[in-house]
């Protein structure tokens, strides 16, 4: 699972809700979850301090937004599919 943290107001969240979008277009494998800080705060972890934050299955694997070559050998790599 691919989760992908933003929030309300933030300049680079735009661009990580279209990555989230494209990795539910090109990996269907990939269960892909956004979800907005200040929409869903119980949703929050500890270990998300940080928007955009992106996390696979649990683990923080970018703080920022990934360029997509590191996301797709992350996906394909980290056992997402």
Excluded: K
């Excluded at 809700?17 to 269960?31: C, D, I, L, S």
């Excluded at 301090?49 to 394909?76: H, K, M, R, T």
């Amino acid at each position: 699972m691919l989760e992908v943290f933003v929030a309300t107001g933030c300049e680079t969240c735009d661009h990580a809700r279209a990555v989230a979008r494209r990795v539910a277009e090109e990996f269907h494998e990939v269960h892909v979850d956004v979800i907005d800080i200040d929409e869903q705060p119980e949703r929050v972890p500890p270990s998300v301090f940080a928007v955009p934050s992106y996390l696979l299955n649990g683990a923080v694997i970018s703080l920022g937004n990934p360029s997509w070559e590191q996301l797709s050998v992350l996906l394909v790599g980290g056992g997402a599919l």
